[in-house]
């Protein structure tokens, strides 16, 4: 058996049941093969893909707190630090009901290539726990928060371990998180990213990962002789990176005629009106139902389906595993000429190798959804410098960071005989310098 797959079988066996870990580390190893195979003996010794795929350290925790009924909750914990060989660990806290330690996994490990692909010294982490804010008051939230961090504080620092934002800890979670760990620990420092701009929050930051998913997009679209200009896309979820892609493919000349959240979707053929959108979402806080009083033109469709709609891009902005076979076949079948990952592996593999097969440009999350964590880096820089950038300044590196990101794994890809393959590229660009970083600081 070859190395590649005898770390696989391992992976599977040491950590059963955990398919959405299993799946990550299949998509990058099995995309590694030209460099491994170029490089075994040496990767053999050192057991550099073991010590790869598992974590520095896996901390799970208990958290009670009192909910309006003066009833105890209980919820679980998770902070997983994957890699910190080229920074200090850095990703999302996600609060969520799915959460469980093989989502965290799959996330953090995710994390370690994404980080890397920025060309900005952060490691790879991932954290959360099973709570679920939603239809929680603000002194629920606060008091979950306060006894996550109460437990969470031991583990990070500002040049140890940053966690941010992701799905459920938006702005309100993020300063109550922030103002526990201040208290306990009495220190004022950028150990969170995603903060508000009066303590230490970096412009550009809400929107960064929506924005940067549309910077990727048209640097690979114009690679090819295309342009988002004139072109209709479905976006999926209505979350900040979903609003986002909307708002700036709208601006470059797209027509976006999808969003949706976790009951069902929206059509629009005259476009998403923006502000209804965020109206709905970040003001009022209400599902998409409503978006049809506003816009009685449009069609709200419960369920599955999204995918069906005629579209020449497709940005899958909702969460893993939303993009299956099928619906990469509908996709193919309308017509569509490019995917870009707006959300975490929300494409499965199988889904994943039939739109490369049948000739449909394909951008992986790791790269192009990193605009996020790039913004939080650079909210880092803010922070240990005590400065605060002006919103076109952040955003113009962060548009420099995504290009660049397109380019470094186009080359990759073209290096090693996949021209084209995005997937192979952006996991060997990001390896490569992880892997390097990895040998030069000995076992450890």
Not at 138 to 155: G, N, P, Q, W
Not at 283 to 297: A, I, Q
Not at 364 to 375: L, R
Not at 394 to 414: G, P, Q
């Amino acid at each position: 058996m070859d190395y590649i797959n005898e770390v696989i079988e391992m992976v599977i066996r040491k950590n059963p049941s955990e398919y959405e870990f299993h799946q990550a580390v299949k998509e990058v190893l099995e995309s590694l093969r030209p460099v491994v195979e170029a490089n075994e003996e040496k990767y053999r010794r050192e057991a550099l893909l073991e010590r790869l795929v598992e974590p520095d350290r896996q901390i799970i925790f208990r958290v009670p707190w009192v909910d309006d009924t003066g009833r105890v909750q209980v919820n679980t914990g998770y902070r997983v630090q994957f890699n910190n060989a080229i920074g200090p660990y850095k990703g999302g806290l996600r609060l969520h009901p799915s959460v469980n330690k093989g989502i965290i996994k799959f996330l953090g490990f995710e994390q370690i290539l994404k980080n890397s692909l920025t060309g900005l010294p952060i490691g790879g982490a991932k954290g959360g726990a099973d709570f679920d804010p939603k239809g929680k008051s603000d002194r629920e939230v606060l008091a979950f928060c306060k006894s996550f961090m109460t437990e969470l504080y031991k583990y990070i620092g500002a040049d140890t371990d940053v966690p941010a934002g992701d799905i459920g800890t938006g702005a309100r979670e993020i300063g109550y998180l922030y103002g526990q760990y201040k208290k306990i620990r009495g220190t004022y420092e950028g150990v969170l990213t995603g903060k508000g701009l009066t303590y230490g929050g970096s412009l550009v930051r809400t929107e960064a990962t929506g924005f940067g998913l549309i910077y990727l997009t048209e640097e690979m679209l114009k690679a090819h002789g295309h342009s988002l200009a004139g072109k209709t896309v479905a976006v999926s979820g209505a979350g900040n990176v979903a609003i986002y892609a909307v708002q700036k493919a709208a601006e470059l000349g797209a027509r976006v005629v999808t969003v949706s959240d976790s009951n069902g979707w929206i059509y629009d053929k005259d476009g998403i009106d923006l502000e209804v959108l965020k109206e709905i979402k970040e003001v009022r806080r209400e599902r998409l139902t409503e978006y049809v009083k506003f816009r009685p033109d449009a069609k709200y469709t419960q369920g599955k389906g999204l995918w069906t709609v005629k579209c020449d891009i497709a940005l899958p902005c909702a969460t893993q595993n939303e993009l299956l076979l099928e619906d990469a076949k509908a996709l193919a079948a309308n017509g569509c000429i490019a995917v870009a990952e707006g959300a975490n592996m929300p494409t499965d593999l199988e889904a994943t190798k039939y739109l490369q097969e049948n000739g449909i440009l394909f951008a992986p999350g790791k790269a192009a959804n990193a605009g996020g964590v790039a913004t939080s880096a650079l909210e880092m820089s803010q922070n240990s410098e005590r400065l605060s950038w002006s919103f076109e300044e952040v955003d113009e590196k962060l548009k420099r960071i995504m290009k660049n990101i397109f380019h470094n794994m186009s080359e990759a890809a073209k290096e090693y005989h996949a021209e084209g393959n995005y997937v192979l590229g952006a996991n060997i660009a990001g390896f490569l310098k992880v892997s390097e970083a990895m040998m030069a600081q000995g076992i450890w």
